[in-house]
Structure formats: C-alpha cells, structure tokens
C-alpha cells in the first residue's frame, strides 16, 4: 500500500503541473504568459455629481431630510461591481446653517452624499472651482460628512498632514495611487498659511506628488484634474499642457472633469511609469445635474481595466470601455425625479416607461454624441459590454 501512493503522488504533481501550464495566454506584447499569475481589476470614474435646487426640491422629504436614491437606482447596477468607483463632487456640505443652495455658490444636503455612497461609490474628488463655495469651514465639514460616509475622499484635506499623506488603494494587490488637482476656486479666499486645504494645478506640486508615489512602491499613478474650458466638447491648450507635462513626470491615467460636457479620451505612451501604454479621458461630463441642453445633460461611466503579472511584476490597460448616460428630470410614478439613466434604454422595447417619446429622442442623441465624442482620438476605447 505505501508504495502505491509514493507512486500516486508525483502522478498528481504532474496532472496538476501540466493544467496550470495550459492556463495561459497571450499580452499586448504578444508574449505568452500563465493565467493564475494574473489578476485583474476595474475601475470606474464618472464626471461631475452637482447638486442643483431642483434636485434636492425633488428630494426633500420633510424639513431637513432628503432622498437622493432614485437619482441613481437605474445606474448604480453598473458602479457595484467595480473594485473602485470615483467621481468630482460638484458641490460642498456646510451644513443647514448656512443654507441649501444650487448655483451658483453649492451647499448640498449631507443626504446627497449618502445617497453617492449608496450608489457604489468609493471615493469622492474634492478639490474642484465650487470647493469654497462655504469657505474653510465648508470645505472641512465636506470632508468630515463624506468620511463619516464611509467613503474615501482627495483634493481637499483637513491640515498639511493629510494633504502630505499620499492616497494609495491597495486593489486585489495593485497599488493605485490617486492624486487629485483643480485650476482654481472660483476666486474665493483661501486663508493665508492654509494652502493645504485644496490643491491646486502646480506643475511643481504635481511632479513631487508623482515621485512621492513612486517612491512608495505604487503601480499606478492616477490623476485627476478639474480643468478645462466648459461647454466646450475638445480639449483646450491649457488642458493639452498639463497633460503633457504631467504624462512626462510619470502619470499611467489621467481622468478630467469641469468642462461639464464629454471631451475625448485617448491613450499615450508614458515615460518613467510603470505602465507601456497609458490613457487619459479629458472630460467625463456631467453625471447628475440640472443642465437640461444637449451635451451637458449627457455623461458617462468610464471603466478602466487594469491586469497585473505577479510574477513578472508588469501591468497593463486590459481594455477601456464607456457606458453613456442621459439623465431624466420629470414624474415618476407621480412624484418629481431626477434618474441618471443607461441611455442605451432608448432603444429599447422595456425602457422606462415614465420616459415619453421627446426623452427617448434626446436619450438616443445622447448615446450617439457619446459614441461619436468618446472615439474621436481612439477606436480602441469599447462600448460597455452589457450594451452590446
């Protein structure tokens, strides 16, 4: 008996050895390597979430309590699944005390971003034009509503300390660094001695947060700029050169917002990164808002794939895909809603129903637009597979 399992020991090695050898294929480079060394994760990145009067008009429940929820239950099915989900947070939470209000200085209700959080959402970009709409006070009880949350934020922080304090997810294993900047704040105070509070686009800053990155071991170094010129459907110069430079000091993705309409995205061969290939997506549009004209009542999910050889300790863009959006203001089930829907739903027998035929009309323009805008520069970019 024992010498018949000395022998049935090996034989199992090699069954075992032989099917993991068969579990390979082929990357970008052609070369061929095994799968179980490999994971792979997603991230997603919409443009602006604003918070208009008419929104939290339609939300308000009584006096100061507020349901944002069905301004994504149509979406949030196409966030939950990615391992990591951000967004531009258009707006500020100062408190009742200092008034709800929309355009054109924000203060949203604490309900809206819990209704964010709710959605899928995993971290918040803070550092945007409308960031001191409440001044330091708005922008540190922002940060405090948004980490009671439970969800992760940057481009704004509470002391040096924390803006210092580079943000590195640690993803099934990748290390993504995320660095956020914005080009101003719409000409409010920022106090004497307490730059910290945001950051602002500093090709100096930029550069040493880049290397403090690297040399913190990340894969990935992912940055966000709110910049730009709005309604404008192309990226501006100044856009191009902060790209540019930024490419140069060793960033893999660059994702954009502000612009409030979608600008192309684009891939580019990084210097001094970790990645081949990188890619940049200028302007993601609005994700919920009160603009009600074409293109800017249009955005998008944008979903980044990203593989990584644990082996070899190389990483790559899997793919990039896109998932138009079109957001709906009007009744529903006879109550006022916004609803950020899947503008796919157009063309479908089983849309919506609350959805009347100028909507679908608008819906559909949207999903080409979208289309159109998102392969201007690359072909390579691929319409979210639960569309197709």
């Given at each position: 008996?024992?010498?018949?399992?000395?022998?049935?020991?090996?034989?199992?090695?090699?069954?075992f050895?032989?099917?993991?050898?068969?579990?390979?294929?082929?990357?970008?480079?052609?070369?061929?390597?095994?799968?179980?060394?490999?994971?792979?994760?997603?991230?997603?990145?919409?443009?602006?979430?604003?918070?208009?009067?008419?929104?939290?008009?339609?939300?308000?429940?009584?006096?100061?309590?507020?349901?944002f929820?069905?301004?994504?239950?149509?979406i949030?099915?196409?966030?939950?699944?990615?391992?990591?989900?951000?967004?531009n947070?258009?707006?500020?939470?100062?408190?009742?005390?200092?008034?709800?209000?929309?355009?054109?200085?924000?203060?949203?209700?604490?309900?809206?971003?819990?209704?964010?959080?709710?959605?899928?959402?995993?971290m918040?970009?803070?550092?945007?034009?409308?960031?001191?709409?409440?001044?330091?006070?708005?922008?540190?009880?922002?940060?405090?509503?948004?980490?009671?949350?439970?969800?992760?934020?940057?481009?704004?922080?509470?002391?040096?300390?924390?803006?210092?304090?580079?943000?590195?997810?640690?993803?099934?294993?990748?290390?993504?660094?995320?660095?956020?900047?914005?080009?101003?704040?719409?000409?409010?105070?920022?106090?004497?001695?307490k730059?910290?509070?945001?950051?602002?686009?500093?090709?100096?800053?930029?550069?040493?947060?880049?290397?403090?990155?690297?040399?913190?071991?990340?894969?990935?170094?992912?940055?966000?700029?709110?910049?730009?010129?709005q309604?404008?459907?192309?990226?501006?110069?100044?856009?191009?050169?902060?790209?540019?430079?930024?490419?140069?000091?060793?960033a893999?993705?660059?994702?954009?917002?502000?612009?409030?309409?979608?600008?192309?995205?684009?891939?580019?061969?990084?210097?001094?990164?970790?990645?081949?290939?990188g890619?940049?997506?200028?302007?993601?549009?609005?994700?919920?808002?009160?603009?009600?004209?074409?293109?800017?009542?249009?955005?998008?999910?944008?979903?980044?794939?990203?593989?990584?050889?644990?082996?070899t300790?190389?990483?790559?863009?899997?793919?990039?895909?896109?998932?138009p959006?079109?957001?709906?203001?009007?009744?529903?089930?006879?109550?006022?809603?916004?609803n950020?829907?899947?503008?796919?739903?157009?063309?479908?027998?089983?849309?919506?129903?609350?959805?009347?035929q100028?909507?679908?009309?608008?819906?559909?323009?949207?999903?080409?637009d979208?289309?159109?805008?998102?392969?201007?520069?690359?072909?390579?970019?691929?319409?979210?597979?639960?569309?197709?």
């Amino acid at each position: 008996m024992r010498k018949k399992k000395l022998l049935f020991i090996p034989l199992v090695l090699l069954i075992f050895i032989i099917t993991v050898k068969s579990k390979s294929f082929f990357n970008p480079h052609g070369n061929k390597i095994e799968k179980d060394s490999l994971v792979t994760i997603s991230i997603s990145a919409v443009g602006d979430l604003m918070c208009h009067s008419p929104q939290f008009q339609y939300a308000r429940v009584n006096a100061d309590s507020f349901d944002f929820n069905p301004e994504f239950n149509y979406i949030k099915q196409y966030l939950i699944n990615s391992d990591f989900v951000f967004g531009n947070l258009e707006t500020v939470a100062a408190g009742k005390s200092f008034n709800y209000s929309g355009y054109p200085a924000f203060n949203s209700p604490d309900d809206f971003i819990k209704a964010i959080r709710a959605a899928g959402f995993t971290m918040l970009v803070t550092s945007n034009n409308h960031a001191f709409d409440r001044g330091a006070n708005g922008v540190l009880r922002t940060i405090s509503v948004i980490k009671k949350t439970g969800l992760d934020y940057d481009g704004t922080f509470s002391s040096q300390r924390d803006r210092d304090s580079i943000r590195i997810f640690n993803l099934k294993g990748i290390k993504v660094a995320f660095l956020a900047y914005t080009y101003g704040v719409n000409g409010n105070y920022i106090p004497k001695g307490k730059s910290y509070l945001i950051n602002l686009i500093d090709t100096t800053l930029i550069k040493h947060d880049i290397n403090s990155a690297r040399k913190a071991g990340t894969d990935i170094v992912l940055v966000y700029f709110h910049f730009g010129t709005q309604y404008k459907r192309s990226p501006d110069e100044f856009q191009k050169q902060i790209v540019d430079k930024t490419i140069k000091y060793g960033a893999d993705i660059i994702i954009g917002s502000h612009p409030h309409v979608i600008e192309p995205a684009a891939f580019f061969k990084t210097q001094d990164a970790k990645l081949d290939t990188g890619f940049v997506a200028y302007s993601l549009g609005n994700f919920v808002s009160n603009q009600r004209w074409r293109y800017a009542d249009a955005g998008v999910i944008l979903k980044i794939f990203l593989t990584k050889n644990i082996k070899t300790d190389s990483i790559f863009i899997n793919k990039v895909t896109y998932l138009p959006t079109w957001v709906f203001k009007g009744l529903v089930n006879g109550k006022n809603e916004f609803n950020v829907l899947p503008a796919q739903d157009a063309f479908e027998q089983d849309c919506p129903s609350f959805l009347s035929q100028g909507d679908k009309l608008k819906m559909q323009q949207a999903f080409e637009d979208t289309r159109e805008t998102m392969n201007t520069f690359s072909t390579r970019i691929e319409i979210d597979s639960n569309l197709k």
